[in-house]
């Protein structure tokens, strides 16, 4: 039995993938395969560790999964809510910034996202 789950949503406009909270698995390449293309891919890259690598990405694996899935812009979720980790409040942010990668989409609170026409991110 498991707590957690993931969504692939198709729409007439949009397809969206949601992780929920996940652990690195090579399963997110037959996702993408099965499930795919994706328009938006949101993956949870907050509250981490790397003893909780079963249960929740972070950055680095987030970057990771995000490159499995095979397209799509990447909109982290899943941080900056609550302090559950010993990490810096932004950090998970802040590694993702650090990197950059072409289709990150890091909206101001309240912002709406259509991944179609997007921003560039800016620290």
Same mark, same amino acid.
């Given at each position: /039995? %498991?707590?957690?789950?993931?969504? @692939? #949503?198709?729409?007439?406009? $949009?397809?969206?993938?949601?992780? &929920?909270? %996940?652990?690195?698995?090579?399963?997110?390449?037959?996702?993408?395969? =099965?499930?795919?293309?994706?328009? *938006?891919?949101? #993956?949870? !890259? &907050? @509250?981490? $560790?790397?003893?909780? &690598?079963?249960?929740?990405? &972070?950055?680095?694996?987030? *970057?990771?999964?995000?490159?499995?899935?095979?397209?799509?812009?990447? #909109?982290?979720? $899943?941080?900056?809510?609550?302090?559950?980790? /010993?990490?810096?409040?932004?950090?998970?942010?802040?590694?993702? #910034? %650090?990197?950059?990668?072409?289709?990150?989409? /890091?909206? =101001?609170?309240?912002?709406?996202?259509?991944? @179609?026409?997007?921003?560039? !991110?800016?620290?």
């Amino acid at each position: /039995m %498991t707590l957690w789950s993931s969504f @692939a #949503l198709r729409g007439e406009r $949009h397809a969206v993938f949601f992780s &929920g909270d %996940t652990g690195l698995s090579p399963v997110f390449a037959e996702i993408g395969r =099965r499930l795919g293309p994706f328009d *938006l891919v949101m #993956l949870e !890259v &907050g @509250a981490c $560790h790397p003893a909780w &690598g079963n249960i929740h990405l &972070g950055p680095d694996n987030a *970057l990771k999964a995000w490159e499995q899935l095979g397209s799509g812009r990447f #909109l982290p979720v $899943h941080w900056g809510t609550f302090n559950l980790a /010993m990490h810096p409040w932004a950090q998970p942010a802040d590694v993702l #910034l %650090t990197h950059a990668p072409e289709g990150l989409v /890091m909206p =101001r609170l309240g912002e709406p996202v259509e991944p @179609a026409r997007f921003e560039a !991110v800016e620290p």
